[in-house]
């Protein structure tokens, strides 16, 4: 704001303040206004505010810029998978350029704004990043992870729960996008877990079906991690009904995911990690297959 506009501000607002100040105390205002208390009172503190208002306008410091520009964080990675996740290719960092070397700078040149601007946009955009704590997906998974083997469950909701807010942005930006939609169910299932353990089942039960759903679209792709993911997911959504009082349901969830856990363990006979989950699975369906049978 220029100089020449604070001080036009400053003066209007010390006349129209006290303009409102006379207009309240009615000093030297004839018949019948002097009588008007209650209209003068308002009409005149509404003045005397404006007035206020203006001083202040004069003294308001200019507001400073600030950067929208965030780093780009990667998703966070599928837990349920079994193959270990590539490695990040790292591009081998250029040769320093000689002192005074002035051919080295040359290549800078052919740079233009036009290609540097989706990069820009995009960093701009991430939404894998947290605006609050500066914490990147990966981090904030990480975190929770921590607390709740730790036991620490009130803690690992704070971390898992923002960590949701990144996920559900990043999926709503990509919805098509396979990576994503993994992140979100993981991310989800985390959230169900403590609330599961705090025995808060209705919101248990709610984050476990939105995770579900997910599961299912990535496991009709046919790939093992994903098919073993989506049986995990049924047999905690199945815990959590049996605790709720709904054993029919826990029964169904089971058998479904006995169904995918045999045809895990019979198309890789000696995977282990497969014959453990069948074990579990087969096991577990008998107990509320009996539960169900004595109520």
Known sequence: MGILVRVLALVSGLAVGFAGYFLMAAEGWPEPFQSMVIERTVLGGLVFVLGLALIWTAFKPAPKARSTVKPVVRPHADPFSLSAAPEPQVAEPAAE????????????????????????????????????TGEGLDALMAKGDKLFAEGRLDEALDPYSEALTLARAAHGKHPSDTQATRTLANVLKSNADVYDEEGRLDTAIELYEEALKLNRTLAASGSPSDRRALSLVLERLGDCRESRGHRSRAVDLYLESLGIAEGLAQSDPGNGLYAEDLAVTRKRLVELQGETETV
Do not use: G, N, R
Not at 105 to 130: I, N, R
């Open 97 to 132: 350029p000689e002192a005074h070397h002035a051919p080295a700078l040359e290549p800078l040149a052919e740079v233009s704004p036009v290609m540097l601007a989706p990069v820009l946009a995009a960093v701009a955009e991430d939404p894998a990043q947290s605006a609050e």
